[in-house]
């Protein structure tokens, strides 16, 4: 089978490190095979980078098949680029036609700041899960795993607000930076299962501080986060983190 | 937590937005409901008392205060927030992610409130303050009514002369379509910032948003137009 | 010598009796211990966070940029454990039976026992954490069948159960992150273990986003670093998967067991051409409802939906009509690779047969019809209900590959071929996890221990996992409380400074070769060797040629490789020459483990030793042990044999007929 290829250009930021001003370059692919990924369409650039003694293009990437949230491109205006529901990883070049001339650039948020290149740094998420995004429970402490049932529709909700994988689409896409969508499937994921519920108050004021410290906007509602979103993570994740404020704020008991 | 812990975080303030927004709302359909007394096609009669009892009544002019703060904080907390939300992204996409992921109203929230302003800002000019400050400070009397002896502000005829003037009217039909655009985000994200996120109720909210949000901007542009071409 | 220490005894009490017997650390001296952990998969993860919540002062380490993007994320079908919820004869010694001879007789009974014995305790911990497991209607907990066994044992959430424990994991391990008792490390890389007088006392780690080396102080260091599939280029590892710790490890004298162990998995998206970077996985739970075949005639070169059923050869369930389409990994593989070598492939390249799943969406339309009370359903009407029932089950498998290949899976059949995906062996460790090095310890894929020649599928996780939660926990007690004695050392120690130099120096070197080529068209070079000649299939000629070649690539490696830009910033050139000098002088190993190794087991097949009918013919008189290997300078190995004892099964050949 002889699969179409084409020939692009790549407007690609770059970036020495997170104290220089980056700016954008442009570069020539050819021959890239409609069958190829996006980032397997970046391996050539950058062979043909090292070939031209120059320095390839750092970007983040590591399971690519879509799951460990790793990659993280803007592509002509969106975050992992025009298809929905994916990742930059799993995004295919057949999206593209021959002659297209592609922009690609780092996530833009004050709270992931660019380390190089498209390498930006999301360690603010893992800080937010410090802040209460767990079940406190030491190995050892639990008990058997059927000793408590619980409703399928809440599980299957919960599970699916547990599929983010933290790649930080959603705060690319909002127009405040704001990290609500990641915040909110995590609070939704465990207040939606009976192991959250006893730290279901501290879980969310303490989360929704650490959001705002790390420098991430409020939520407006615009819904550009769950358009973005690899795993369709849903808005109405947010409104439950609402509830959930809201409530916990009202029956605080001091 | 502190009370005032808990109305400054995003969240916090946030809901501030959707409490005062929904007042705002709940006011729209009084507003709407009274001012609809112009069609009962009897020179303004039922509109003149109607708005003399809203005007003398103590309970509305109470919650007319409220009124006057609660939109005071929703202007000062919706630009605040503008201004900090803005402030989150120091170097900006050279492709904006534009109309992909949301519509253009969502994210103009507060473009389209300074218009909103601007406009209240002159409605109030011509109509709150000389209905209840005329005589005062020089300011300008309204023109009088008399229904079974009684005397009463006439704002039927006062409304009646600021719509001769077609860019008036104009202006006022802009700014009902910035209210219906503000409303159509506004009217369900302030339902999602209070909770509610089951799917039978987002869907009922969702729709009832768009609604009000065509319904009632409809009414009060319909107003200077009927005035305009003198169908009251 | 290699001493196991496994504990005397019954196998069913080995375990308790060493938890009973085992020495302990009292919780003031747990402050002062300080314990590093390399990698935050599910082993590393698990452990970092039970060894802060027991007390001990835990450094984490990871390459990527948050422990949670650790490759055991991407596991995709479920977790064993003998719960026996199914009602249907598990048991704690089924699972371990199953486990033995899923690995075709090469693993240690005691561990293996131990790992089945833990495997409750996971599944009891992770709901705790709030997994979200699937659940039945009821609000129990739901199992599935995986290949080589015949029972539903198999814990899931969808298609993302190692995403779902992982995060459960990682936010254990938050959560003792903002306890400040584990220091979290991310973008950084272990580059050497640092001993003194015979002991691991530290590691050097650089950081990846300045480049800088760092020396870290440690009474213990456990390995979590996950396998080394990434030795053959393209596999099912994520990119940056990489043998670097464990190698750095071996030499400086840990022991690598039964390197040649390699898990082919038999349903991946097949290979469509050179650009290819990695290869993507289709779980083996689709193996439960799809049915695997090719055309019967040579060279067919027909549709797929254009072969009649009769001209169609489920090769799988006419070979082994007891297991059918779920027959271990290395078993299908191989009958996959038969087919496609015999000229019956199918696909562009003919490396591929077919995943078939028209029968399942029948089968489970014919249910919701019958479920309506409806016999008179028209037949698109069936295939519609049972389309949609199968996109609930497998819905997200079916789009990524959908998003990879272009076609629709739920017209077409998927084509699938086998690709490297889980490697057995690993650094040789005794019963308490600990290498041949004191102090250094191997969890999870980075150890050798558990699943012998063959690893069943939803093991790895459980075996991740157990190591992690259940196992280090006591084991590594045992070490340090002899180590409370020892003070730690200062980071200016001459040992730290002598690692630091030689990481250093190797850094500097590989950077001013200033060659021509580029580190990926070595290890894409090194991969083609070790498919082509250490791969699904192996004979003494192809591995004696690829010994040679490897050296020789590694002559060419080390005089012509170009790395670009600069030693004291972020430079993934760097950190990918760093780890592909180390596969290539592991891939040396495997080869010349393939070769010793005269016998076919498990993943593990030498065309010479086979019986009539093509199936793995073990040599137990000579070949029941592991090989461990020890280092001794460049190209140089010796071979340390630990036997095997089977107390309590007997050794059989494995019959999935």
Known sequence: MAHKSMNLTLKVWRQKNAKTTGQFESYQVKNISEEMSF???????????????????????????????????????????PWQANTTCQLHMRAFKDGDTITVEPWRANAFPVLKDLVVDRTSFDRIIQAGGYVSVNTGNAVDGNSLPINKNAADDSFAAAMCIGCGACVAACKNSSAMLFLSAKVSHLALLPQGDPERSTRVMNMVAQMDKEGFGACTNTGACEATCPKEISLSNIARLNQEYLLSSLTASN | MTWNQIFSTSVGKKITMSLTGIFLILFLVVHAGLNACIWAFDEGETFNKAAAFMGNNWVPRVLEIGLFGGLLLHIFQGYSLELANRSKRAVNYAIPYGNKGSKWYSRSMAILGTLLLMFLIMHIYQFWTPSRLGGMMGIEKLPEATYNGKEIHNLFYEMKEEFENPIIVVFYVLACASLGYHLAHGFQSAFRTLGVHNKRYSILLSSLGYGFSIFVPLIFALMPISFLFKLV | ????????????????????????????????????????????????????????????????????????????????????????????????????????????????????????SIIDQCVAQGVPFAREYGGLLSNRSFGGTQVQRTFYAAGQTGQQLLIGAYQALERQVALGNVKMYARHEMLDIVMVEGKARGIIARNLVNGELERHFGSAVLLCTGGYGNVFYLSTNAMGSNVTAAWKAHRKGAAFANPCFTQIHPT??????????????????????????????????????????????????????????????????????????????????????????????????????????????????????????????????????QKITGENPYEVPMRIYPAVHYTMGGLWVDYELQTTLSGVYALGEANFSDHGANRLGASALMQGLADGYFVIPYTIGNYLADEIYNKPISTDHPAFVEAEKAVSDRISQLKNINGKQSVESFHKRLGKIMWDKCGMARNKEGLTEAIAEIQALKKEFWSDVRIPGEINEMNPELDKANRVADFIELGELMCIDALNREESCGGHFREEFQTPEGEALRDDAKFMYVAAWEFAGESNWNLQKEPLVYDVIKPSQRNYK
């Open chain 3, 268 to 401: 991946c998206i097949p290979v469509s051409g050179d650009h290819q970077s990695k290869l993507t996985l289709m779980s083996e739970s689709l193996r439960n409802d799809g049915r695997i075949w090719v055309p019967a005639k040579k060279d067919d070169s027909r549709k797929p939906n254009e072969i009649p059923e009769q001209e169609r050869d489920y090769y799988l369930e006419r070979r082994y009509p007891a297991f059918g389409n779920l027959v271990p990994r290395d078993v299908a593989s191989r009958a996959a690779k038969e087919r496609c070598d015999a000229g019956y492939g199918v696909g562009s390249s003919k490396q591929a047969v077919y995943l078939d799943y028209a029968a399942a969406i029948e089968r489970y339309g014919k249910i919701e019809a019958s479920k309506q009370g409806n016999d008179n359903v028209p037949k698109e009407e069936i295939i519609a209900m049972g389309k949609q029932v199968v996109k609930e089950k497998y819905g997200n498998l079916f789009d990524m590959y």
């Open chain 1, 39 to 81: 980032l397997e369409m970046f391996d050539v650039l950058n062979e043909q980078l090292v070939q031209e003694n120059k320095e390839p293009i750092a970007f983040d990437h590591d399971c690519r098949e879509g799951i460990c949230g790793m990659c993280s491109m803007y592509i002509d205006g969106k975050p992992h680029g």
């Open chain 3, 1 to 120: 010598m290699l001493d196991a220490k496994i504990p005397a005894g019954p196998l069913e009490s080995k375990w308790s009796d060493y938890k009973g017997h085992c020495k302990l650390v009292n919780p003031a001296n747990k402050r002062k211990l300080e314990v590093i952990v390399v990698g935050t998969g599910l082993a590393g993860a698990s452990a970092a966070a039970t060894l802060g919540e027991l007390g001990y002062k835990v450094k984490a380490f990871c390459f990527q940029d948050s422990p949670r993007r650790a490759h055991s994320i991407a596991a995709q079908g479920g977790i064993n454990a003998a719960k026996n919820y199914q009602n249907d004869g598990d048991s704690i010694f089924r699972l371990f039976y199953d486990t033995i001879k899923g690995g075709d007789y090469r693993a240690r009974e005691a561990n293996v026992h131990r790992l089945s014995e833990v495997s409750g």
